[in-house]
């Protein structure tokens, strides 16, 4: 039996400031340019790790809990995180610019509340003719609240407040300039927490591709590229690395 009309995917290739908030409808299948850096910023427990896992066959899949791992797994266990944060910071910084540096899609695990990220992100593709793109979930802090219950993982309060802050910031900035807030983004997609469950599947190329039909089921192992989770190349920083990622 074919898809029916509700389930058929609309295939949607971001430019500019698409703002989906409170909007349903079919299932989306995005597309953005072969060697893309997309950034899937957003609240802790927002549900950036559930859309990369869904999209983890398209990219190489950045995300700083399995920098978190595989720094952890290298230290004592009585050696408490953060003592040896700086480090995973610095090893994460470098992982996330190797892959962004490769020429291959990338899809990037981020808060959101580092412009300066995204600023670098976007010039380090851009010397190879590539572009940075956005997707930007606002779901709001209770929902949010809900989806680190529902992990099992709690941010610490302090920290979620300043990524709070940093995103609001975020936001206000979209609301009142559009796309010009964010120069550095070829696009910014906006999502809630109604119309996350939309963004189906990604691809990267010419576009010329049909869209996948929704009703394939969705993998249930990531591509062993890099998928969610995978521990990341963890080694010595140079001097460079340290200063990019000194506070």
Do not use: I, N
């Amino acid at each position: 039996m074919g898809t029916t009309r509700h389930d058929r995917p609309s295939a949607l290739r971001p430019r500019g400031l698409v703002d989906l908030r409170g909007h349903d409808g079919a299932p989306l299948h995005l597309g953005y340019p072969a060697g893309a850096v997309v950034v899937v910023s957003g609240l802790p427990g927002s549900g950036k790790s559930t859309l990369l896992r869904r999209w983890s066959t398209a990219a190489t899949v950045v995300d700083p809990r399995a920098t978190h791992l595989a720094c952890e797994a290298l230290m004592p266990a009585w050696l408490p995180y953060a003592a040896y944060r700086p480090w995973a910071r610095t090893e994460h910084l470098r992982w996330t610019l190797s892959e962004a540096r490769s020429g291959r899609p990338v899809l990037v695990h981020d808060c959101g509340s580092w412009s300066w990220m995204r600023r670098l992100l976007s010039r380090t593709a851009r010397r190879d003719g590539r572009e940075l793109h956005l997707v930007l979930l606002d779901v709001g802090p209770t929902e949010a609240l809900a989806g680190q219950q529902a992990r099992g993982r709690r941010a610490r309060t302090h920290v979620f407040a300043r990524h709070r802050r940093g995103l609001g910031r975020l936001l206000h900035a979209l609301d009142r300039d559009g796309a010009t807030a964010l120069p550095e983004a070829a696009s910014v997609l906006l999502l809630d927490a109604r119309s996350r469950g939309r963004a189906r599947t990604v691809e990267f190329g010419d576009g010329r591709t049909e869209p996948a039909d929704a009703t394939t089921p969705e993998p249930t192992t990531a591509d062993p590229r890099t998928p969610v989770g995978a521990q990341p190349p963890v080694g010595p920083a140079d001097e460079g690395d340290r200063a990019l990622a000194s506070p």
